[in-house]
C-alpha cells in the first residue's frame, strides 16, 4: 500500500463548477497535510496546509481532512481554466522529521 | 510565504562534466533542506535530505557519490552532479523548512539537459 494515495486523473470539471480533489493516507500518527499545486513545467507550489480535522478555506480552495477516515481533500470553487494543474497531496509521516511525503498528483483540467 | 531561491534555473553541460546546483533561503534561516527530481509527467522524487552541518541523508538507490550536496550555511545547499550522463537529465528541485513545516516551500527547480 502506498503511503499517500491520489487519483492520477485527468479530472476534468466545467468553468465555474467545484472541483474535488481526494487523498488516503497510510500513517494514521500523522499530523501535518499540505497541498501543492504543480503547473507544467513549475515547481510545486504551496496552496493550502491543514492540522486538524475539519474544514479550513483559503479563498476559493477549502481543505478538509479526516483523520479517523485518512483522508484528506481539497475543493476549489469557481473553477477557473487557471486552475488547471496538477494537485500533489503531501503528508508528513510520523516519525520523519520533516520530509514530506507525497502523491503522485491529480491532474486537473477546468474547460470552458 | 518563505521564499527560496534555486539557480541556475536551466543548464545545459555536456557528458562527463559536472554541475552545481544552488538552493538558498532567502527570508529564513533552514537547517534542513531536499532535494528531489521529477521526471516527465510524474511526481517528486526525494534524493536526499541536506542537514546543515553535516553529511546528508540520502535516499535508498540515490547515488551519494554522483550527487554530492553540501549544507554549509543555514541559507545555502548545493547540489552537485558528477560526471553527468544523460539519463541524469532531469528537473531538479529544492525545498527548504522555515520551521519544522515539513520543507514547505520550494525552489523554482533546475532543469539540467546533458548532451
Known amino acids: 500500500q502506498k503511503e499517500v494515495e491520489q487519483n492520477s486523473g485527468p479530472l476534468s470539471v466545467p468553468e465555474g463548477a467545484i472541483a474535488s480533489l481526494n487523498c488516503t493516507y497510510s500513517d494514521r500518527g500523522s499530523q501535518s497535510f499540505f497541498w501543492y499545486r504543480q503547473y507544467s513545467g513549475k515547481s510545486p507550489e504551496l496552496i493550502m496546509s491543514i492540522y486538524s480535522n475539519g474544514d479550513k478555506e483559503d479563498g476559493r480552495f477549502t481543505a478538509q481532512l479526516n483523520k479517523a477516515s485518512q483522508y484528506v481533500s481539497l475543493l476549489i470553487r469557481d473553477s477557473q481554466p487557471s486552475d488547471s494543474a496538477t494537485y500533489l497531496c503531501a503528508v508528513l509521516l510520523t516519525g520523519t522529521a520533516s520530509k514530506l511525503t507525497f502523491g503522485t498528483g491529480t491532474r486537473l483540467q477546468v474547460t470552458l | 510565504g518563505a521564499v527560496v531561491s534555486q539557480h541556475p534555473s536551466r543548464v545545459i553541460c555536456k557528458s562527463g562534466t559536472s554541475v552545481k546546483i544552488e538552493c538558498r533561503s532567502l527570508d529564513f534561516q533552514a537547517t534542513t533542506m531536499f532535494w528531489y527530481r521529477q521526471f516527465p509527467k510524474k511526481s517528486l522524487m526525494l534524493m536526499a535530505t541536506s542537514n546543515e552541518g553535516s553529511k546528508a541523508t540520502y535516499e535508498q538507490g540515490v547515488e551519494k557519490d554522483k550527487f554530492l550536496i553540501n549544507h554549509a550555511s543555514l541559507t545555502l545547499s548545493t547540489l552537485t552532479v558528477t560526471s553527468a550522463h544523460p539519463e541524469d537529465s532531469s528537473f531538479y528541485i529544492c525545498?527548504?523548512?522555515?520551521?519544522?513545516?515539513?520543507?514547505?516551500?520550494f525552489g523554482q527547480g533546475t532543469r539540467l539537459t546533458v548532451v
Open positions: 525545498s527548504a523548512d522555515p520551521g519544522g513545516a515539513g520543507g514547505a516551500f
